[in-house]
């Protein structure tokens, strides 16, 4: 698959890049996808809930009444789960959500998402993003050139861009990732992904090893 390369100003350099079919044109499996995605989003949770059970609940161990006669259920205490107040019957304690899938899992995944993307022709190119200093007007200007400055857009690129993170932080729907830590819900959850410079080399690179 060839995609032309443009630069900043939305202006095709004439450059043209082609993209090894092993990482953006193989047989897309759906299920892996649906692993990989459901580990990174396991993975953003903190797992830190918690709920104050019977025996953690303030209160006195008094019995509150005879066991017979009454005329209703039996009780012991007040924290007896079934009144107000009581502790929670089997309440959420403290885990991990962290799922382990294979690399070559993980692999085939990025691969398949990248495949659909570029079915979809949501895949440019960009030979360089030059923004001068932590600007968000340069970096808004270069996404309007090249006319995706409305949707979600997963820029990529080849190394750690200080300038172009600090630009993109504030605006909703924009992402900028290194190509080294591509993950699949990232390559799916956008309406356009821009792979600047060498990017797309580094992740064919990884993924074909």
Known sequence: MELAVYNSKGEKTGKKVTLDGDVFGIEPNDHVIWLDVKRFRNAQRQGTHKAKERGEVRGSRRKIKKQKGTGTARAGDIKN?????????????????????????????????????????????????????????????????????????????????????????????????IADNLNTYEILDCDKIVLVGNSHEIIQDILKK
């Open 81 to 177: 789960p079934l009144f107000r107040g009581g502790g929670r019957v089997f309440g959420p304690r403290p885990r991990s959500y962290d799922i382990k899938l294979n690399k070559k899992v993980t692999k085939l995944a990025r691969k398949s998402a990248l495949t659909y993307r570029a079915k979809d022709e949501a895949i440019m190119m960009l030979d360089a993003l030059a923004i001068n200093g932590p600007k968000t007007v340069e970096y808004v200007s270069v996404l309007k050139n090249l006319k995706i400055e409305g949707g979600k857009t997963l820029v990529v690129v080849p190394q750690k861009d200080e300038n172009a993170y600090l630009s993109s932080r504030n605006l909703q729907g924009h992402n900028i990732q």
